[in-house]
């Protein structure tokens, strides 16, 4: 089925550095949204890049899709600790009809040690 | 800002009963969304709700649960007859068009014993 997966599965940085993460989908996406979850919380909207744009940036966060290799990266910049959380890649089903349903991927485990 | 707000923040039950987890999605919103994530494992998709009527739902959801939007504001999902597997965190979403970034609730942490 339709599903972002991420990849590492877990990274380990440290404070400052840069931290990339990656997401693979399998078939047409009308968008592809990246969220973040601090442990036993809800998921918090970062950023959403459509099939016909390639880059975004929101604050420290650059996200690069490529629809030719179905994959999407999230960078995040000059990292803090309070970036510690898991990262979520999320796809829809593509198509031209309301398609409303959102596949997560398993999600990236960053941690930023201070 | 405004905010999707779920209640309860966790609910414990027992096999076999039924339950209902609310929330409240973002006031000019027109679709909303549950997902469910069993600890350790990814979100999933369970069901999408747009004009007083199920849009779209996953294998997930099957005869055991049902949604609601009885008023206004509130927007439940109904397990009838929970089982242990129903265990999970159910998050409530909801969005201003299709296509569009979903907003998520904090989650109900739902404990079938």
């Known amino acids: 089925s339709q599903q972002g997966e991420e990849d590492p599965q877990a990274l380990s940085i440290q404070e400052g550095e840069n931290a990339t993460m990656n997401c693979s989908y399998k078939?047409?996406?009308?968008?592809l949204q990246w969220y973040r979850q601090n442990s036993g919380r809800g998921l918090v909207h970062l950023i959403l890049i459509r099939s016909n744009e390639r880059e975004k940036h929101s604050g420290r966060l650059r996200v690069t899709l490529d629809t030719s290799k179905k994959s999407s990266s999230l960078l995040i910049t000059a990292s803090r600790a309070a970036d510690t959380a898991s990262y979520f890649c999320?796809?829809?089903?593509?198509?031209?009809?309301?398609?409303?349903?959102?596949?997560f991927g398993a999600g990236t485990r960053l941690t930023v040690k201070p | 800002e405004p905010e999707v707000t779920q209640t309860p923040s966790h609910q414990v039950t027992q096999m076999g009963q039924e339950v209902i987890l609310r929330c409240v999605p973002i006031?000019?919103?027109?679709?909303f969304y549950w997902y469910r994530q069993i600890l350790g494992q990814k979100v999933e998709f369970l069901v999408s709700?747009?004009?007083?009527?199920?849009?779209?739902k996953s294998e997930i959801f099957d005869d055991q649960f049902s949604v609601e939007r009885p008023d206004g504001s509130n927007f439940t999902l109904k397990i009838r007859s929970t089982k242990l597997e129903d265990s999970a965190m159910y998050f409530c979403a909801s969005s201003t068009v299709s296509y569009n970034e979903q907003f998520f609730g904090p989650g109900t942490r739902l404990t079938v014993l």
């Open positions: 078939t047409s996406i009308n968008n």
């Open positions: 006031s000019n919103h027109l679709y």
């Open positions: 709700f747009y004009n007083n009527e199920i849009s779209e």
């Open positions: 999320a796809t829809d089903a593509g198509g031209l009809y309301n398609n409303n349903d959102m596949r």
